[in-house]
T-cell receptor, first 114, second 109 residues
Framework: DAMVIQNPRYQVTQFGKPVTLSCSQT?????MYWYQQKSSQAPKLLFH???????NEADTPDNFQSRRPNTSFCFLDIRSPGLGDAAMYLC?????????????FGPGTRLTVL | RKEVEQDPGPFNVPEGATVAFNCTYSNSASQSFFWYRQDCRKEPKLLMS???SGNEDGRFTAQLNRASQYISLLIRDSKLSDSATYLC??????????FGSGTRLSIRP
């Protein structure tokens, strides 16, 4: 059974048209992460929620926003996608500071910007 | 300086060879260390956690040296199915998790 679910798996949007990617989890983990991964590169942390606390990375563009309305769901909003935002977006969850301390990843959403 | 740095690779080795990957991290307060494996166009999958005492899982051995801020992964008797990108991952502070750039491994018959 899928534990971290990302929807949609593939998203096509137009340049400048806002898009929202969603992530849900059945694990009841308190931390949720969003990563951006471009071809042949490692996942780059955009931001994460530790419980309700939002932690933004310093180099994450303002174009990227996130919402976590409850423990199970987290959204990534791209306000005005550019061609450079085409990538795989990975959601991950984790229990911190206790538990196995490992991250569980969703299958990712591949974003295409036309 | 990047928070987590890895051997750039790629590594191309014959089946049955032993291969080692290295990784260094900059934050001495880091608490958690992992090796992940990522296949092409798939999400990363946990290979193993890394502990100070070192740990082994079949053909895979991971080591952590806190004094040198260094992590390693050794793969013995490599198989064709080991071909993938190996990612060094560090819990750098509190809840933050950072990936290294990854090392690409290709096993040839």
């Amino acid at each position: 059974d899928a534990m971290v679910i990302q929807n949609p798996r593939y998203q096509v949007t137009q340049f400048g048209k806002p898009v929202t990617l969603s992530c849900s989890q059945t694990l009841n983990h308190n931390v949720m992460y969003w990563y951006q991964q471009k071809s042949s590169q490692a996942p780059k942390l955009l931001f994460h929620y530790y419980d309700k606390d939002f932690n933004n990375e310093a180099d994450t563009p303002d174009n990227f926003q996130s919402r976590r309305p409850n423990t199970s769901f987290c959204f990534l909003d791209i306000r005005s996608p550019g061609l450079g935002d085409a990538a795989m977006y990975l959601c991950a969850t984790r229990v911190f500071p206790v538990g196995t301390d490992t991250q569980y990843f969703g299958p990712g959403t591949r974003l295409t910007v036309l | 300086r990047k928070e987590v740095e890895q051997d750039p690779g790629p590594f191309n080795v014959p089946e049955g060879a032993t291969v080692a990957f290295n990784c260094t991290y900059s934050n001495s307060a880091s608490q958690s260390f992992f090796w992940y494996r990522q296949d092409c166009r798939k999400e990363p999958k946990l290979l193993m956690s890394v502990y100070s005492s070192g740990n082994e899982d079949g053909r895979f051995t991971a080591q952590l040296n806190r004094a040198s801020q260094y992590i390693s992964l050794l793969i013995r008797d490599s198989k064709l199915s080991d071909s993938a990108t190996y990612l060094c991952v560090v819990g750098s502070s509190a809840s933050k998790i950072i990936f290294g750039s990854g090392t690409r491994l290709s096993i040839r018959p």
